[in-house]
C-alpha cells in the first residue's frame, strides 16, 4: 500500500552530498519544488501537461541535498497549493499521524504527515496563507514561516507572489534547528535574549476556548524563558482581524489568479469544486477591491512595525481548533478555513516570520502556539522554540 | 483503440423486445439515462460514488426497447450534461465524425458522435439548454428537442427541471421519424398542412455571415413545402435576444445549483474549471435576480404564443457558427458558449419544441436549421422534416 504522504508512484529520492551540517538526515518535499529531470506534479493533475521538465533542482532542495541531507520523496499537496486543511480530491489526502482519522492541515499535508509518522526527519513546505504553519499546529510538528522573501523562491511554483514563502517541519526543536541554520544561512543563536512577550486577546478570542486553555501554559512557558513577563495587548482594533483576514484573502487570491490564469485559459485544468470556485470569485475582483486591500495591507505592516520592532515576540494560538475529522461537508470545510484564515492573515500580511510550537493538545490532539517576531527575527525565534 | 463516443470500460449492451416498430434498429443511451442494475456516470467521475445502482431502465432506455431498438452502448455526455460543446475533461472529447478536428457539440456529444458515425442508428440525449440541438448542428444530425415536459424525464439525471428535456439523433429523417412515433407515442402525420414560415432576423443576424448565407436555400426550401411564403420578422425587440439569453443562464443555472449543491456540499467533486465556475457564480445568484429573470422568461413565453399559435413554423439558426476546432482557449470557448446560448434560449424559456435539419453546410462543415413549432407540435415538426 503507497504511503499517502508522497506523491503516486515510485519514490523519487536522491543522496545528500557526502558530508555537511544535515549529513544523516532524510528529507521530502513537497511536490510544488523542483527536482531536475522529474515533473512537479503540483497536486493537480494538469500542471505537469506540457510544461517542460525542470533542468535544475529548486533552490531548497538544492541547499538540503549540499548540507547532506538526502530527499526521501515528493510529497502530497493541496492543489497547486490552495488549501489549508489538507484535502486533496484526486491524490487523496495525507493521514494525519498525531490525530488519527482527523484531517492533516495544508497545503502542505504530506511534508507534515511524512514528519510526524516518523517517515523523515524534516520536509520543505510552502506557505501562503498558512501552509506550514497549519498543518504543523494540527499534526505536532515545529514549524515555520520565515521572513516573506528570506528564502529563496526558484524552482517554487509560484502562488501568490507577495505571499509565497518557504517553510519546514521537524518532530523536535534540535532537529527543526539544525535545518533552519542550513536554510536562514545563519548559526542558531544559543543565548535567548530577555523580551517581552505580547499575548494578543483578539487572535486568543478567535479559538476555541479548549484550545486557548490548553495554550496558556505554554506562553506562560514562554514569558518564563524570556524573563520579561506577559502583556495582554491586540492585534488590531475590535473586528480588525476580521478585515484583515478578508482583505487579506482578497489580495492573495488575486494574485493567485494572476499567477494560475494563463494556464486555466489554456487548459481548462480540472479542480476539486472549492479550489475552482475560489479561483473564479478572484477572477472577479475588481482593481478598486484589490488597491482597498492593498491599502488595508499598509495599516497592519505599519501595526507589526510598531508592536515587533522593539523586539518583542508575539503569541497567538497558530490555529483556532485542533485536527477537523474527515469526511466533513463543504461548507463546514469553508467556515474551518474562513476562521484558521484570521489567524494566519496577521503574517501573511506582514510578511514577519512566524514558528508554530508543538507543545500543547487539545481534547488529546496537537495544537500549536504561534511566536511572531519582527522581520529578519527568524534565527531568534528557532532559538527560543529550542531553548524552551 | 475505445470509441470515444462512448464511455469508458466494456460496451453495455441490451437487446430490444423480439418485435416492434423498432426492431433491428440500434441505439445508444447518453450516459444520464438509467440502465438498471449499472452506475449512471453522468460525466463525471464523482458522481457515481454512493449512489445507489439503478433498479430499472430509465423511461426513454425501456421505450426504445420496448419498441424493439436495441442499446448499443452509453455514451460521453459533457459532465452532469454542463456544457454546450462537447468537450469533457475527464473522460475525453467524443471526435464530429462530420467535421475531423472539430468540437461535437454538446451535452450529447457522445451520442450524436456515435449516430454521425454511423455506429448506431439512434441516440438519447438530453437537452436543457441545447445538449441536442446543438451538437446536432455541428455533427449534421437530425435532433429534436421535443415540447417541455412532453417526455417523462424518469430515471434521467436532472440538471435544470424547468428546463429538461429527452431528445434523440438520427442520420436520416425516415429514422428521425420512426423513432419520434414511438417517443411521442404518437403517429407522424404523412401530410404536411399549409403554414406561414416565419424568418426570425434578429436570430439570423446572430450567425456568421456564411452561415446565414448557408440557411436561406433551406429556409425557402421549408416554405416551398409549407406553401405560404415567408415573412421575415424579429423573435425579440431589438437587443431582447440577449435580454433572454443572459435571463435563461440565471434561471437554468439556479436549478442546475439546487439540483447539484446536495451533491457538492457533501463530495466537494471534481470538475473541469468551466463546470465549476459556471456553478460557482449559480450559487452566488440572489432571489431578487432569479425572480427578475422568470418575469422575462413570461414575456417570452407570451411571445411564443403570439408568433406560433396559430400554426406558423418558425425558423432560426440553430448555431451561429459551425463546429469550432480543438484546442480553443477558455475565454474563446465562454464566447462560443455565450453565442450559442443567445440562439438557443427562445425554445429553453417558452418550453416549445424545436428539431434541426442537417441540410446545409458552411466552411464544408454541418450547420444546422431549427424549425420550432408550438407546444405540443413535435410530431408537426419531425412531419416536416421528413416530407423535406
Tied chains: 1, 2.
Excluded at 509560484?158 to 534540535?174: H, I, K, L, N, V
Excluded at 535574549?193 to 505580547?198: E, H, K, T, V
Excluded at 482593481?287 to 497567538?316: D, F, N, Y
Aim: glycine share 12%.
Amino acid at each position: 500500500m503507497r504511503d499517502e504522504a508522497f506523491i503516486p508512484g515510485p519514490r523519487l529520492t536522491l543522496p545528500g552530498a557526502g558530508a555537511g551540517p544535515l549529513a544523516g538526515l532524510s528529507f521530502a518535499a513537497k511536490d510544488l519544488f523542483d527536482v531536475a529531470g522529474h515533473p512537479t506534479g503540483a497536486g493537480n493533475p494538469d500542471w505537469p501537461t506540457g510544461r517542460p521538465l525542470p533542468q535544475r533542482h529548486a533552490w531548497a532542495v538544492q541547499r538540503l541535498l549540499d548540507a547532506g541531507a538526502a530527499l526521501a520523496g515528493k510529497t502530497v499537496t493541496c492543489e497547486v497549493s490552495l488549501g489549508i486543511l489538507g484535502f486533496n480530491q484526486f491524490d487523496g489526502t495525507p493521514r494525519n499521524p498525531a490525530a488519527p482519522g482527523c484531517l492533516p492541515g495544508g497545503s502542505s499535508s504530506g511534508s507534515a504527515s511524512a514528519v510526524a509518522a516518523g517517515t523523515v526527519d524534516t520536509a520543505l513546505g510552502t506557505d501562503s496563507g498558512g501552509s506550514v504553519r497549519v498543518p504543523s499546529s494540527l499534526c505536532g510538528l515545529y514549524g515555520i514561516r520565515p521572513t516573506h522573501g528570506r528564502i529563496p523562491a526558484d524552482g517554487m511554483v509560484a502562488q501568490a507572489p507577495s505571499f509565497d514563502t518557504t517553510g519546514w517541519f521537524a518532530r523536535d526543536a534540535a532537529t527543526f534547528a539544525r535545518v533552519a541554520a542550513v536554510m536562514l544561512g545563519e548559526a542558531i543563536p544559543e543565548a535567548v535574549a530577555p523580551a517581552p512577550l505580547l499575548l494578543a486577546a483578539d487572535a486568543f478570542a478567535l479559538a476555541d476556548e479548549p484550545v486557548q486553555q490548553a495554550l496558556l501554559p505554554v506562553v506562560e512557558r514562554v514569558a518564563g524563558l524570556l524573563g520579561k513577563g506577559t502583556e495582554r495587548m491586540t492585534l488590531g482594533e475590535p473586528g480588525e482581524l476580521a478585515v484583515w483576514g478578508a482583505q487579506r484573502n482578497v489580495i492573495q487570491r488575486s494574485e493567485a489568479w494572476a499567477s494560475f490564469r494563463p494556464w486555466i485559459d489554456a487548459a481548462n485544468p480540472r479542480f476539486a469544486f472549492n479550489v475552482a470556485r475560489n479561483l473564479a470569485f478572484a477572477a472577479s475582483l475588481t482593481e478598486a477591491q484589490i488597491a482597498l486591500a492593498r491599502s488595508v495591507r499598509e495599516r497592519a505592516r505599519a501595526r507589526a512595525r510598531l508592536l515587533l520592532e522593539g523586539g518583542a515576540i508575539l503569541a497567538i494560538p497558530t490555529t483556532p481548533f485542533t485536527a477537523p475529522p474527515l469526511g466533513l461537508p463543504l461548507p463546514e470545510l469553508d467556515r474551518c478555513s474562513e476562521r484558521i484564515g484570521l489567524l494566519c492573515s496577521f503574517a501573511g500580511l506582514t510578511g514577519v516570520p512566524q514558528l508554530s510550537l508543538p507543545l500543547a493538545q487539545a481534547g488529546g490532539k496537537p495544537i500549536g502556539l504561534s511566536l511572531i517576531a519582527a522581520r529578519g527575527q527568524d534565527a531568534r525565534l528557532v532559538a527560543i522554540a529550542r531553548a524552551l
